[in-house]
């Protein structure tokens, strides 16, 4: 807090009066040049110093005179574009500034602060499995914490009303006894565009609405373009997914798509704003433009096909996909696709991140009733690995994740997959084990919850075996994504430094883990030494 303040001397006061004030969590209001980047950071506990969280892993965003952030999450951009879209505010009404400047645009002219986070309470599944590890708190909560203890006092000064919104708004319900000692008026779970505008418009007529808001409509109908660049250049493609996965808080929405020309238009704004390296938004990359779970190969080429055209772009990182879709194209539309994502700086790992969970398919389908889907659950195991040798050979890099602990495990499905594991890690993949947090508190959340007490030394193994493959391939992935996404030579090598001193430090946990196993001794977290 008190670099923040030093900061604010140093700054000149807006000259704007907005009305409203969107701001995002810390970690989400950083200058990542590429997604890597951005997943590393975001996973960090308090055991990292935090001047080298802030000055290195997650550097801050410029802002201008105004207190205007450069680029801030997608979601707070078309929150914004929503507001100038479907309300009567202009554009020097809205601000979306960063923690660092809100004491410099907030004054008693504000009347709504919307604030974002994916992970308020670190109750996100990747992030719970850090936390089992280190001592500690998530930077995502800490951060969060922070900033809303500085609006709770700006608030209590001007009146304005606090929204909390965001990937991460279900953790304020599902984890209201987590909540810190804050103000908050509404929490507002969903997309925006389609009641957002109204709740806004509202709050600052002076009426406060119910506190609790859930909005189902996926809004792609009112989605305008963005009018500033994105944290990462995300392009969103397509929302919702419709497989769902009980773990995953997407899951249930249907997946619909963005017309190319508003996509395109997003793209062109990063691309002003100076980025190069951008990152595609969606649950399925393959699946863009498709009506069902067949991917429309025509459609996704031809949207590729326009995207090549912008002049500027060095390289797209693709997200996630599904190993049914997959399985759905064949070789020569995988490779045709790939071509199509060889931009000005050509990558070797261009990743696609599929979720595998375990090798049971029959347990798979049980917690995510959509993901095998057209296929036999059966032969999810088989799927799996001619899912990882087909993005291997049309160019790809697989990266997958696995889940320990799901609701109706059993010792066998782990055995299974850590054989499925280790024939993923001999075809190079990069795989990542989590565990399975539920999304939803109480005693029946807190028994499916699976934590270090719950390790046995098979799931030790699998995790083990999942680490030792990414502590040969991630450093690969990470500074050849660094390299086509335009970071200096200097700084790749300093990650890889540090990144050998994770592994270290792993190493020795995974020791320490074991001999608690086997001696029944219980299992404590350990302190994140960062070299």
Same mark, same amino acid.
């Given at each position: 807090?008190?670099?923040?303040?030093?900061?604010?001397?140093?700054?000149?006061?807006?000259?704007?009066?907005?009305?409203?004030?969107?701001?995002?969590?810390?970690?989400?209001?950083?200058?990542?040049?590429?997604?890597?980047? %951005?997943?590393?950071?975001?996973?960090?506990?308090?055991?990292?110093?935090?001047?080298?969280?802030?000055?290195?892993?997650?550097p801050a965003v410029r802002?201008?005179?105004?207190?205007?952030?450069?680029?801030?999450?997608?979601?707070?951009?078309?929150?914004?574009?929503?507001?100038?879209?479907?309300?009567?505010?202009?554009?020097?009404?809205?601000?979306?500034?960063?923690?660092?400047?809100?004491?410099?645009?907030? $004054?008693?002219?504000?009347?709504?602060?919307?604030?974002?986070?994916?992970?308020?309470? *670190?109750?996100?599944?990747?992030?719970?499995?850090?936390?089992?590890?280190?001592? !500690?708190?998530?930077?995502?909560?800490?951060?969060?914490?922070?900033?809303?203890?500085?609006?709770?006092?700006? &608030?209590?000064?001007?009146?304005?009303?606090?929204?909390?919104?965001?990937?991460?708004?279900?953790?304020?319900?599902?984890?209201?006894?987590?909540?810190?000692?804050?103000?908050?008026?509404?929490?507002?779970?969903?997309?925006?565009?389609?009641?957002?505008?109204?709740?806004?418009?509202?709050?600052?007529? %002076?009426?406060?609405?119910?506190?609790?808001?859930?909005?189902?409509?996926?809004?792609?109908?009112?989605?305008?373009?963005?009018?500033?660049?994105?944290?990462?250049?995300?392009?969103?493609?397509?929302? *919702?997914?419709?497989? $769902?996965?009980?773990?995953?808080?997407?899951?249930?929405?249907?997946?619909? +798509?963005?017309?190319?020309?508003?996509?395109?238009? #997003?793209?062109?704004?990063?691309?002003? %704003?100076?980025?190069?390296?951008?990152?595609?938004?969606?649950? #399925?990359?393959?699946?863009?433009?498709?009506? !069902?779970?067949?991917?429309?190969?025509?459609?996704?080429?031809?949207?590729?096909?326009?995207?090549?055209?912008? &002049? $500027?772009?060095?390289?797209?990182?693709?997200?996630?996909?599904?190993?049914?879709?997959?399985?759905?194209?064949?070789?020569?539309?995988?490779?045709?696709?790939?071509?199509l994502l060889t931009w000005?700086?050509?990558?070797?790992?261009?990743?696609?991140?599929?979720?595998?969970?375990?090798?049971?398919?029959?347990?798979?389908?049980?917690?995510?009733? %959509?993901k095998v889907a057209p296929?036999?659950?059966?032969?999810? $195991?088989?799927?799996?690995?001619?899912?990882? #040798?087909?993005?291997?050979?049309?160019?790809?890099?697989?990266?997958?994740?696995?889940?320990?602990?799901?609701?109706?495990?059993?010792?066998?499905?782990?055995?299974?997959?850590?054989?499925?594991?280790?024939?993923?890690?001999?075809?190079?993949?990069?795989?990542?084990?989590?565990?399975?947090?539920?999304?939803?508190?109480?005693?029946?959340?807190?028994?499916?919850?699976?934590?270090?007490?719950?390790?046995?030394?098979?799931?030790?193994?699998?995790?083990?075996?999942?680490?030792?493959?990414?502590? &040969?391939?991630?450093?690969?992935?990470?500074?050849?994504?660094?390299?086509?996404?335009?970071?200096?030579?200097?700084?790749?090598?300093?990650?890889?430094?540090?990144?050998? !001193?994770?592994?270290?430090?792993?190493?020795?946990?995974?020791?320490?883990?074991?001999?608690?196993?086997? +001696?029944?001794?219980?299992?404590?977290?350990?302190?994140?030494?960062?070299?």
């Amino acid at each position: 807090m008190r670099l923040a303040a030093r900061k604010r001397v140093a700054m000149p006061e807006s000259r704007l009066q907005p009305a409203v004030v969107l701001v995002a969590d810390r970690t989400l209001s950083a200058g990542y040049r590429i997604l890597f980047d %951005g997943m590393f950071a975001t996973m960090q506990m308090t055991q990292v110093p935090e001047v080298f969280m802030r000055r290195f892993l997650a550097p801050a965003v410029r802002t201008d005179a105004d207190g205007r952030a450069h680029t801030v999450p997608l979601g707070l951009r078309r929150v914004e574009s929503a507001l100038l879209q479907y309300t009567s505010l202009e554009r020097d009404d809205v601000v979306c500034t960063t923690p660092e400047r809100l004491a410099d645009v907030i $004054g008693p002219w504000v009347k709504v602060v919307g604030f974002s986070s994916s992970d308020p309470l *670190g109750m996100g599944m990747s992030n719970t499995t850090t936390s089992h590890f280190w001592k !500690g708190e998530l930077y995502t909560r800490r951060w969060t914490r922070q900033t809303l203890e500085q609006l709770t006092v700006l &608030k209590r000064r001007y009146g304005f009303r606090i929204v909390v919104g965001g990937a991460g708004a279900w953790q304020w319900i599902a984890h209201a006894d987590k909540r810190p000692d804050v103000d908050i008026d509404v929490v507002f779970e969903g997309y925006f565009e389609a009641s957002g505008p109204a709740l806004f418009t509202e709050l600052l007529n %002076g009426r406060v609405p119910k506190p609790h808001v859930v909005e189902t409509d996926i809004g792609t109908d009112r989605i305008r373009p963005i009018r500033g660049p994105s944290l990462l250049g995300i392009i969103e493609l397509s929302r *919702g997914c419709g497989r $769902g996965c009980q773990f995953c808080a997407m899951a249930r929405q249907g997946m619909r +798509h963005l017309d190319p020309d508003t996509i395109l238009a #997003d793209l062109q704004t990063n691309v002003a %704003g100076g980025l190069r390296a951008v990152v595609s938004g969606s649950e #399925d990359f393959f699946r863009y433009g498709a009506r !069902g779970l067949r991917p429309d190969f025509e459609k996704l080429c031809a949207l590729l096909e326009r995207m090549r055209e912008i &002049k $500027g772009l060095s390289f797209m990182q693709i997200d996630h996909a599904n190993v049914t879709s997959v399985l759905q194209l064949t070789d020569e539309q995988l490779r045709q696709i790939r071509r199509l994502l060889t931009w000005e700086r050509p990558s070797d790992y261009l990743w696609v991140n599929m979720g595998v969970e375990s090798a049971n398919g029959h347990l798979v389908a049980a917690n995510s009733p %959509g993901k095998v889907a057209p296929f036999d659950p059966a032969d999810w $195991g088989q799927m799996v690995r001619e899912a990882a #040798d087909r993005t291997t050979r049309c160019g790809f890099f697989p990266v997958v994740s696995v889940l320990l602990g799901m609701p109706g495990e059993t010792p066998d499905d782990v055995v299974a997959t850590l054989e499925l594991v280790r024939d993923l890690a001999a075809k190079n993949a990069v795989i990542f084990p989590i565990f399975y947090e539920p999304l939803a508190s109480g005693p029946q959340a807190d028994r499916q919850r699976f934590t270090l007490t719950r390790m046995t030394p098979e799931h030790l193994e699998l995790y083990r075996t999942c680490y030792e493959q990414n502590f &040969k391939m991630v450093p690969r992935l990470f500074w050849d994504n660094q390299r086509a996404g335009g970071v200096s030579w200097a700084r790749r090598a300093l990650m890889q430094v540090l990144g050998r !001193g994770e592994v270290m430090t792993w190493r020795r946990t995974f020791r320490r883990l074991h001999r608690q196993l086997e +001696h029944s001794v219980p299992i404590v977290q350990e302190e994140q030494v960062y070299v």
